[in-house]
């Protein structure tokens, strides 16, 4: 079992405290409580032996500890003779000085402390298990679900029913500690009793999460015989997914890759078959990532090679070049660059972006492009200054223009004054200036609004300059809506006035101000107001649907009056918010092709093209 390695170092301290009876295995030093990745344990460590018969050699003086002096241990770099030496002092020490040493561990070094503690918690609780919990309490900066499981693995095998009843008090954390360590030494305890013990803690979800574990291991000790034994009903199971995973892990373990077609075939799910086959090649790569890929890449089916792409992730975390040489092999196309594109991906982001650029030179063109936009990327989210400045090595490509887009995102999120006058001024970007603008206006808007109002306007002669001007004024509405009435009357005739006004009136009911909503409406072309009123509609719709449908008298035409009652029949439906008598008053609004469009679904009441982006749909 995992916990049984990880406490190796330490397994003398526990060892001399465990009656006959008692098997729990030595505490993981592991502080998580979470069980899904902690296996569970049982039995007890066959072979360790306790300081007073593990060695008849004197114990040298250096190593000796005495009441006051557990900073002595630091002077000893060997962990056993360090457990050995602790424990010298515990076999002849009474209650008493067993809390004057706790009160010492307190500034024993943090390297061994939680070491230091559970013995002596451990032989607290052989002595009383309910002051060993007091003492835990009184142990500020300590490992304390650790000391939790330690008392209950001992008082377990003592005492169950007391025990039982104690943890019932702790807190959340506290109890799967204890149910740790409950479980781990009453390895006798069945599957129902472990789930009635849950029953009785409120805990069942940690208990059938365990119960998986043990199950789980139990199935690989024989892999093909399990899952041949559960896959048809599990494989229709999501919960039993990770089981299957486990599974076929063991089972390549046992068998290697060539296990891989009778998973295939045995899986007729396909959301079930690529889910488990990607954690089995994820698996597999940590370990023959060659083969892995070799293999991985004769399957028939691999949607958008995701499976392929996992095994050429966990490859590139380790060795990237390697990964890269490999896939460079392979026949040129768009299967192999998305493959590329994952390998050069991992590499950027889990190595330094700044040395895998000098070491993309003597790859070949496509491979280095294809690498020099993966390392962009990451350098673009921590320093888009330098990221920028690097651009211009690159061709104009798809890529490049992914690239910008990311560098202006970082680069306006943390200054977007400086992110506006690169995206202004730079010839590597010409092409997709108005793009960018996009972005940055949006971000500087909230903290600029002046600045991103004056270069919007500055902009709407040039093709989408229109969009700039909504965008702006979209995003101080959502901000500060008084400020985006200010600006309203610099807006010029054309596409965006619709979108502006529109933005800031639904704003405006946001925060439960419609009189002034409505009244913006007189400022909107008379050919657009129905549309105007659409877009208040969706809004107060969501925000407030009774004072809609008690203001839908307040719609000009009767046009915008059933686009209104639409929009609260459809949220209605989603969401019901009206009651009978309300639904049949707004039903009296409605037009003939409303009623149709409701009927289809009424999805197409909630499509208004680019006003979408203003009510965030």
Known sequence: MGAVVTATAFVVVFLPFRSNEDSESPPSQSTSPVVASEQPESGEVQGSESPSTASSAPIEASTTVSIGGLDSLSQVDNDFERTQSLYVLLQHIGEEELYDLLEESKSVNLLYRTAVQRALIQKLATIDPRRALDQIADLEDSDSEELVKSVFGHWAVVDLDKALAQAKSLNTMEKWA?????????????????????????????????????????????????????????????????????????WIKEDGLEVIDKIVDSVTNQQTRTHVLMLAFRSAATTDPQGALDRVLQL????????????????????????????????????????????????????????????????????????????????????????????????????????????????????????????????????????????????????????????????????????????????????????????????????????????????????GDADKALDLAKNVGESERDTYYHLLSMAWAGTDPDQLLDSIDRFPSDASKSKAAAVLTLMHKMQPTLNDKQVEEAKKYLSEEDKEELEKGGMGLLNLGPYMEMLNF
Do not use: C
Request: charged share 25%.
């Open 178 to 250: 204890a149910m740790r360590g409950i479980f781990g030494s009453r390895s006798d305890m069945s599957e129902d009793e472990r789930l009635q013990l849950g029953q009785e803690l409120g805990e069942t979800q940690f208990v059938q999460v365990w119960n998986s574990i043990l199950q789980e291991e139990e199935y690989a000790k024989n892999p093909e015989e399990s899952w041949y034994e559960i896959v048809e009903e599990a494989q229709q199971d999501n919960m039993q997914i990770n089981l299957l995973h486990s599974i076929a892990e063991a």
């Open 300 to 511: 028939e089916n691999d949607p958008y090679q995701s499976i392929a792409s996992t095994v050429v992730s966990v490859w590139s975390e380790s060795d990237p070049k390697s990964t890269i040489n490999s896939l460079s092999a392979l026949e040129p196309g768009s299967k192999r660059d998305r493959l590329l594109e994952s390998a050069m991906r991992t590499w950027a982001n889990n190595h330094d972006p700044f040395v895998m650029l000098e070491e993309l030179g003597g790859m070949a063109k496509e491979v280095q492009l294809i690498g020099q936009t993966a390392a962009l990327y990451a350098i673009s989210h921590d320093s888009p200054e330098r990221a920028s400045e690097l651009l211009g090595n690159m061709p104009d490509s798809d890529g490049k223009r992914n690239v910008a887009s990311s560098i202006v995102w970082s680069w306006s999120q943390k200054d977007p004054t400086e992110a506006l006058q690169w995206v202004l001024t730079s010839p590597d970007i010409a092409a997709y200036r108005q793009q960018l603008l996009n972005t940055t206006l949006r971000n500087l808007a909230t903290k600029n609004p002046e600045l991103a109002m004056e270069t919007a306007l500055a902009q709407s002669a040039e093709p989408d300059g229109d969009r700039l001007v909504s965008t702006v004024i979209s995003s101080i509405a959502q901000d500060d809506v008084s400020k985006a009435l200010e600006f309203l009357p610099q807006i010029p005739e054309g596409a965006s006035k619709l979108s502006a006004y529109g933005s800031v009136g639904v704003s405006l009911i946001t925060e």
